[in-house]
């Protein structure tokens, strides 16, 4: 059975969780992992000189314990079961694609090597405050928080990522759900549906 790892990555409030959750719901075979489960204890993030605590940013996440999360995944797809004398390669039952949903996901390497296909849904800064001012985080985000930090480090992870990482499929975020589920749901079939890939052998 082939195994897929896609990437729903975006801006903050771009609308992932809303994607992921309609991919994850027409898609028996998967299974969905949020990066937001892997923040560090709220005292463990640092304060920034701009005096926010820095949530946005790759440090604030425990990212070691998402890789063997996902390792581990990688890992169960693919075990060898030895049963009476002969090993038998299992047909793992378990879902064999395995959603990622999260705002910092091709900006750290051993994460971004993982993927077979990468979304990022960008929305323009207006947009942006106004579906993030309605919304209550914990901890909630303080007075100036969205203009003195959310945004600019959205910027500056955006541009790093923009430098790195080529083949990403960029979505507009102000199109509807449906639209960019149906969008994505497409692809994702289409790249189920193709022959497996050719195993690398010297
Ligand atoms: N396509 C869309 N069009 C308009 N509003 C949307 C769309 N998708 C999601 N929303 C709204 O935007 C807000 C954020 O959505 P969602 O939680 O899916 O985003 P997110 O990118 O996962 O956010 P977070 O930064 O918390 O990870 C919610 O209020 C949701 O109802
Ligand atoms: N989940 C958390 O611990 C947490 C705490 C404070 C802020 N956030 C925000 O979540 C967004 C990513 O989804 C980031 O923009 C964080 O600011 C998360």
Known sequence: ME???VGIGGVTNGGKTTLACKLKK??????????????KPVNEVEVGEDGFQQFDVIT????EAMMNTVYAWMENMTTVHIEQK???????????????EGFL?????PLNDVFNQRYYLSIPYEECKRRRCSRVYDPPDPPGNFDGHVWPMYLRNRKEMEKKVADIIYLDGTNSPDELFAQ???????????PPRQLLTN
Do not use: H, W
């Not at 299992?90 to 064999?96: F, L, Q, T």
């Not at 996901?105 to 390497?109: A, F, G």
């Open 3 to 5: 195994k897929l790892i």
């Open 26 to 39: 027409a898609l028996p075979n998967s299974i969905l992992l949020c990066q937001d489960t892997f923040f």
């Open 60 to 63: 604030a996440l425990d990212m």
């Open 86 to 100: 002969a090993p038998i390669l299992s047909e793992n039952k378990g879902p064999n694609i395995l959603l990622v």
């Open 105 to 109: 996901l091709y900006n750290y390497k």
């Open 184 to 194: 994505v749901y497409e692809d994702i079939l289409r790249e189920v549906q193709k």
